[in-house]
């Protein structure tokens, strides 16, 4: 399976992520290290997620050059009016210590207001906020630009503006219980890199994960757990994957991916999609909005 995929920049971002939503404080500074002992290049954070501090400190405690590290981070959503992205975006770079991202996303296609109310207009059209992330992309703050949590109908809306810059990826939750065949068809057609996050199903749902009968024989097949089985699915599908852990042993084990044979991964496409999808994170009603009609 591919260590890396390209984006439309030419640069090269690794296959497999350590992820850092709910890993807290006195704990994702631990995980961090470990993981960039174990090999990883790619850590995954966000300004919502309230670790961009510690993950910094880890950074630099690790002594690994800061350009042989990929850091993602998010715009959170209220933060999406132009005048206060870059102000947003230097606050993520200084927690992280770093004076630029590798890849920087609207974390939803949500804006709201500083009081938390739904700010329609921006929500509606995420356009005006692209716009500003393409200024930081030509000031050397970002290096590549995307979104998060878009669907299909938010992508092409904001895609048929003229962007100066294309959304190299759209990170999305995709599990065994929310695997999303059509929008990985989607994106392999137009060749936008999809990043899954939430890859054993989130918290509570990832005993069912690891106990599926399929994910569990082509684990004894393989010689593998069956989380390296749903983690290597998604890279198999063309993504990126974002397994979050705070075990030691766990972090170790999750960034050992293997291909699959066919003949099992269509297997294991084909139980996925069988059954009624059931997304794990969706916050977006509790926002006055339904991001996925
Ligand atoms: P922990 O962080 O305590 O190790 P997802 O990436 O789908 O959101 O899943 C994250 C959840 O799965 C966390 O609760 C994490 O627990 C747990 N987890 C991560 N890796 C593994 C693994 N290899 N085996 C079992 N559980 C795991």
Same mark, same amino acid.
């Given at each position: 399976l591919p260590t890396h995929f390209t984006l439309p920049s030419g640069d090269k971002i690794p296959s497999v992520a350590l992820g850092s939503w709910r890993s807290g404080p006195g704990e994702v500074g631990r995980?961090?290290?470990?993981?960039?002992?174990?090999?990883?290049?790619?850590?995954?954070?966000?300004?919502?997620? @309230?670790?961009?501090? #510690?993950? &910094?400190?880890? =950074?630099? $405690?690790?002594?690994?050059?800061?350009?042989?590290?990929?850091?993602?981070?998010?715009?959170?959503?209220?933060?999406?009016?132009?005048?206060?992205?870059?102000?947003?975006?230097?606050?993520?770079?200084?927690?992280?210590?770093?004076?630029y991202l590798d890849l920087y996303l609207i974390h939803w296609p949500v804006a709201q207001n500083k009081d938390g109310t739904l700010n329609k207009e921006l929500t509606e059209n995420n356009y005006p906020t692209w716009q500003k992330l393409e200024e930081l992309v030509a000031k050397g703050k970002i290096r590549n630009i995307g979104v998060s949590n878009f669907n299909i109908r938010r992508f092409e809306k904001l895609t048929s503006n003229s962007l100066k810059i294309q959304p190299a990826v759209n990170q999305v939750e995709?599990?065994?219980?929310?695997?999303?065949?059509?929008?990985? @068809?989607?994106?392999? #057609?137009? &060749?936008?890199? =999809?990043? $899954?996050?939430?890859?054993?199903?989130?918290?509570?749902?990832?005993?069912?994960?690891?106990?599926?009968?399929?994910?569990?024989?082509?684990?004894?097949?393989?010689?593998?757990?069956?989380?390296?089985?749903?983690?290597?699915?998604?890279v198999q599908r063309g993504a990126v994957v974002l397994p979050k852990s705070v075990t030691p042993s766990r972090i170790v084990e999750n960034l050992l991916i293997t291909k699959i044979p066919d003949r099992l991964f269509n297997t294991l496409e084909a139980v996925a999609t069988s059954h009624k999808p059931e997304r794990s994170v969706d916050p977006s009603k509790k926002w006055g909005v339904d991001i996925f009609e």
């Amino acid at each position: 399976l591919p260590t890396h995929f390209t984006l439309p920049s030419g640069d090269k971002i690794p296959s497999v992520a350590l992820g850092s939503w709910r890993s807290g404080p006195g704990e994702v500074g631990r995980a961090v290290q470990t993981a960039l002992k174990a090999g990883y290049r790619h850590i995954d954070t966000a300004w919502a997620y @309230k670790n961009e501090a #510690e993950i &910094g400190e880890a =950074l630099k $405690a690790s002594n690994i050059p800061r350009n042989e590290v990929w850091l993602t981070s998010k715009l959170w959503n209220t933060f999406h009016a132009p005048e206060d992205v870059e102000p947003a975006l230097d606050e993520s770079l200084a927690r992280l210590g770093t004076d630029y991202l590798d890849l920087y996303l609207i974390h939803w296609p949500v804006a709201q207001n500083k009081d938390g109310t739904l700010n329609k207009e921006l929500t509606e059209n995420n356009y005006p906020t692209w716009q500003k992330l393409e200024e930081l992309v030509a000031k050397g703050k970002i290096r590549n630009i995307g979104v998060s949590n878009f669907n299909i109908r938010r992508f092409e809306k904001l895609t048929s503006n003229s962007l100066k810059i294309q959304p190299a990826v759209n990170q999305v939750e995709l599990n065994f219980w929310n695997p999303q065949p059509e929008l990985v @068809k989607w994106a392999k #057609e137009k &060749g936008i890199l =999809l990043e $899954a996050y939430s890859p054993l199903g989130s918290q509570n749902r990832v005993k069912d994960s690891l106990d599926v009968p399929e994910v569990k024989e082509i684990s004894q097949v393989l010689g593998i757990t069956p989380a390296q089985v749903l983690i290597s699915w998604q890279v198999q599908r063309g993504a990126v994957v974002l397994p979050k852990s705070v075990t030691p042993s766990r972090i170790v084990e999750n960034l050992l991916i293997t291909k699959i044979p066919d003949r099992l991964f269509n297997t294991l496409e084909a139980v996925a999609t069988s059954h009624k999808p059931e997304r794990s994170v969706d916050p977006s009603k509790k926002w006055g909005v339904d991001i996925f009609e």
